[in-house]
């Protein structure tokens, strides 16, 4: 089955940059989105297609993929970006596409 | 805007079923895939199934395959997410997700409790 890794947790001062990977061998053919969650509050996407940010997105947020390891960074962290953070691609072997997560990142602002 | 509203909270006992409805707004509902996620205690997001509101099709994840049944109405646009044969393991927050653009939007999620 497909699987996509992630660290448990990334902890970063604020006002550094925090930098988040999710790796797994589909990720080099299908797209990649991240979805952050606050502690009692449903997810919220932040990035979609590895590098989109969707409206009302702040631009601190942003995406990047390297083969078969794609990257979440957070530029100017602030306290208020202390969540979980997952990463969710896609499988499409079998021919019928369907979802999968990574099993989430702890972000910590210090 | 996109909006999915989910009904309230459930209290089970084992071996009972649960329906949770999402209803939706903002958008075409027949254009878009709707997706259940769910959270156990501490734990993260697993996917479940998914469901296209055009004709009905749905494909469930193995996990859950012969337990869970997704439908929809049109009439309400609204998507409704069935689990059979509770266990205490099914103790959870359940999310729908509209694949809208590309990226999903969240419903607040339905928290199911299954205990006796």
């Known amino acids: 089955s497909y699987e996509l890794t992630q660290p448990p947790s990334v902890s970063v001062s604020p006002g550094q940059t925090a930098r988040i990977t999710c790796s797994g061998d589909?990720?080099?053919?299908?797209?990649a989105n991240w979805n952050q969650q606050k502690p009692g509050q449903a997810p919220v996407s932040v990035i979609y297609?590895?590098?989109e940010r969707p409206s009302g997105i702040p631009e601190r947020f942003s995406g990047s993929s390297s083969g078969t390891t794609v990257t979440l960074t957070i530029s100017g962290v602030q306290a208020e970006d202390e969540a979980d953070y997952y990463c969710?691609?896609?499988?499409?072997?079998?021919?019928?596409?369907?979802?999968?997560f990574g099993g989430g990142t702890k972000l910590t602002v210090l | 805007q996109v909006q999915l509203v989910q009904s309230g909270a459930e209290v089970k006992k084992p071996g009972a079923s649960i329906k949770v409805s999402c209803k939706t707004s903002?958008?075409?509902?027949?254009?878009?895939?709707m997706h259940w996620v769910r959270q156990a205690p501490g734990q993260g997001l697993e996917w479940m199934g998914i469901?296209?509101?055009?004709?009905?099709?749905?494909f469930y994840a193995q996990n859950f395959q012969g337990r869970v049944t997704m439908t929809r109405d049109t009439s309400t646009s609204t998507v409704n997410m069935e689990l059979s044969s509770l266990r205490s393991e099914d103790t959870a927050v359940y999310y729908c997700?509209?694949?809208?653009?590309?990226?999903?939007?969240w419903g607040q999620g339905t928290l199911v409790t299954v205990s006796s």
């Open positions: 969710q691609s896609a499988d499409s072997s079998g021919g019928t596409p369907h979802v999968v």
């Open positions: 469901i296209n509101p055009s004709g009905g099709n749905t």
């Open positions: 997700a509209v694949d809208y653009n590309d990226y999903f939007n």
């Open positions: 297609k590895d590098t």
């Open positions: 589909a990720l080099s053919r299908q797209y």
């Open positions: 903002g958008y075409t509902f027949t254009g878009y895939h």
